[in-house]
């Protein structure tokens, strides 16, 4: 999925309120880990993770396994250790921000 500028402008926007809802420590990226952040863009569309300082990863690291294990992520934004993922919501109900990204 690709998006264009003003709809990753909108998300970064969007999640400039946001707080980090995921940490990613000394123990990288695990297969629970990763669950547990497919279940929460399921129900938020729009995520903030934070790499904390005692990780091995790089920020770069994390992006593109998350990419490859999570279908249709995006990567919104990566500013030092933070990053905002986003995916569309599969159901209906919480479809909040994806129909406004579509709008644009």
């Known amino acids: 999925m690709t998006l264009t ?6 998300l970064r926007a969007r999640a400039n309120r946001l707080r980090p809802v995921f940490q990613v420590g000394k123990n990288g990226l695990t297969a629970t880990f990763i669950r547990q952040i ?44 933070v990053l905002v993922l986003y995916r569309p919501a599969e159901k209906e109900k919480y479809q909040r921000i994806s129909a406004q990204v579509a709008a644009l």
Not at 5 to 10: I, L, Y
Not at 53 to 68: F, G, M, R, Y
């Open 38 to 81: 497919d279940e929460s863009l399921e129900r938020n569309e729009l995520i903030k993770i934070n790499l904390l300082q005692n990780t091995t990863v790089s920020a770069k690291e994390v992006a593109t396994d998350l990419t490859t294990a999570l279908p249709k992520l995006v990567v919104a934004q990566i500013i030092g250790h």
């Open 5 to 10: 500028g003003k709809q990753k402008r909108f």
